[in-house]
């Protein structure tokens, strides 16, 4: 087992079982200053006992106990006197293997439900005797291990949480992580202060100083080259990285053509303007345009921009080299380390394991596939955080607020939001169209609350009437969601006026458009981008 945390830290370990909250669980104990990793379902005992955890977790999971190829711990987790709690499935696998019963249920619990606390538990410590909780599960435990007790019930389950305070072992059936449990995060709390003892000794100042620790650990007097995107992930993993080893960081900035309005600008300003880090610009522009012209598929473009990324990153590596070369550097052996704003949640989607329950949603551009021949080491200073964490780390590190909570932007650029060929002529219409959304968002003091709020070309023609003329012009298409990490979605309901006046600018101010429709999609079953 791989894992990240840092040994003098408190630390909650969860065991994915396949659940589509295990990253909610995990986002939770953090809100709680205390550090949390998820793990794979059957990671052995003596691997979890080496790294000493304050607490494990069982995730909750799709399977019934009882299902042929359904994903079991090692069940020697249960002895370690570790505190162990079991989350909806995470319960039932703990009753399954200690002895106890699970039973098919005739009628399934999902939704929201009233939990009655029966006993006193540590768990429910200042709730009072009932609470409103959210369920979704079809198996129930009808037996007790021996040793446990029931600690509350609801209408369709005797055994709605259950514990075993000697052995440290407890289990809920409903959901504590999730909103539509409002006081789940005080149960949560109770397991990781009360009964795990943990400290609240995780905070953005702890993990800046330890990530420069690292770093430095790692890199050594080394050379470390990172592609810089003007991005968060990237612009904070460069803010990092020269706040911990300096002008051994040099920046690459790629413009591939196919940037946001005033994108290289606002890079070459704050990177190496303000920050002074060691920063190559190269407009590549020309290079990916010819590359992209004539084809539309969506798959094809992502790997045609990928590929010729790394071509232009790797030439600019080398004149790099012979840069030092000419100036006489003391230490120009070559770039041994790149550097990458890999997410935590990066690492979970893309980790694909025969046997994991935990299914791949996508691949990420920044997460493996490099090739070899470019022979380096990776650097990945942020990958144990979320995204709300690395914004929290931007601030820390004094990036300005523009570009710590800027908006998240696909790594092949306005090309996966031009439905279709990729033209200068449709790429100018497009960032024209997304300058008036994000601009409008701004003013309107929307572009801080969205997760994200974008425009979309369509490869559709329309007739329209522009004074007297008939037109027959392009559709542009609004995509606005609120999200927390990118991984689910819903679009924004927002004012009827500031969708009016945006369609109106744009219809009006962008030459080629004469239809502005919204997307009112959310993910799942959709995806944010369009492509």
């Not at 304050?54 to 711990?73: C, E, F, Q, R, T």
């Not at 129930?140 to 072992?169: C, H, M, W, Y």
């Not at 968002?441 to 929307?446: F, G, Q, R, V």
Request: some cysteine.
């Amino acid at each position: 087992m791989k894992t990240v945390a840092p040994l003098t830290h408190s630390k909650i370990f969860i065991l994915d079982f396949g659940s589509q909250y295990t990253q909610v669980i995990a986002r939770r104990i953090r809100e709680c200053q205390v550090y949390s990793e998820i793990v794979r379902f059957d990671t052995p005992a003596t691997e979890i006992a080496k790294l000493k955890p304050n607490g494990l977790i069982l995730s909750g999971g799709p399977a019934s106990v009882y299902d042929k190829g359904a994903p079991h711990p090692d069940p020697e987790i249960f002895s370690l006197g570790i505190p162990v709690l079991g989350i909806c499935y995470g319960m039932q696998l703990m009753a399954h293997h200690l002895g106890g019963e699970v039973e098919f249920s005739q009628r399934r619990e999902y939704g929201p439900g009233m939990l009655h606390i029966t006993d006193s538990s540590q768990l429910f410590n200042g709730l009072g005797e009932q609470i409103d909780i959210w369920n979704s599960h079809g198996d129930k435990v009808t037996t007790l291990p021996a040793g446990f007790r029931g600690a509350a019930r609801t209408e369709n389950s005797k055994f709605a949480a259950i514990e075993d305070p000697g052995r440290k072992l407890y289990g809920l059936q409903f959901h504590p992580e999730v909103a539509h449990t409002p006081r789940g995060k005080e149960i949560l709390q109770n397991f990781v202060y009360h009964i795990c003892h943990c400290a609240m000794d995780w905070t953005m100042g702890s993990f800046i100083e330890e990530a420069c620790a690292r770093i430095r650990k790692q890199v050594g007097d080394q050379k470390v080259v990172l592609g810089l995107s003007g991005g968060v992930d990237s612009s904070v993993t460069a803010a990092l990285l020269h706040k911990a080893i300096g002008d051994q960081l040099t920046c690459i900035f790629v413009n591939n053509g196919l940037l946001r309005s005033r994108e290289e600008e606002i890079v070459q300003r704050v990177f190496g303007e303000n920050f002074h880090v060691r920063l190559k610009y190269v407009d590549a522009s020309e290079r990916f345009l010819a590359l992209l012209k004539g084809v539309t598929d969506p798959e094809t473009k992502r790997k045609l921009i990928g590929n010729e990324f790394i071509k232009v990153f790797q030439h600019a590596t080398e004149e790099l080299l012979e840069e030092d070369r000419r100036n006489g550097a003391r230490k120009h052996g070559g770039y041994r380390f790149l550097a990458q704003g890999t997410l935590y949640p990066d690492v979970i989607e893309s980790v694909s394991i025969e046997g994991n329950p935990a299914q791949v949603i996508k691949s990420h551009h920044n997460v493996g596939g490099l090739p070899e021949k470019m022979h380096f080491e990776l650097v990945e200073p942020v990958r144990q955080l979320f995204k709300d964490e690395v914004r929290q780390a931007g601030l820390q590190l004094g990036l300005p607020k523009e570009i710590v909570y800027r908006q998240p932007f696909p790594g092949p650029g306005l090309a996966v939001r031009i439905l279709g060929e990729v033209t200068p002529e449709r790429l100018s219409i497009l960032r024209e169209a997304d300058t008036i959304v994000v601009s409008e968002m701004e003013s309107s003091d929307w572009y801080y609350r969205v997760w994200q709020s974008f425009a979309v070309l369509l490869p559709v023609r329309s007739v329209g009437v522009m004074g007297d003329q008939r037109t027959y012009e392009n559709t542009v298409v609004l995509r606005i969601v609120e999200s927390q990490d990118g991984m689910t979605a819903d679009w924004v309901r927002l004012p009827y006026e500031l969708l009016a006046r945006i369609s109106t600018r744009v219809s009006n101010e962008v030459k080629g458009v004469n239809r502005v429709c919204y997307d009112i999609s959310s993910k799942p079953p959709s995806t944010i981008e369009w492509e």
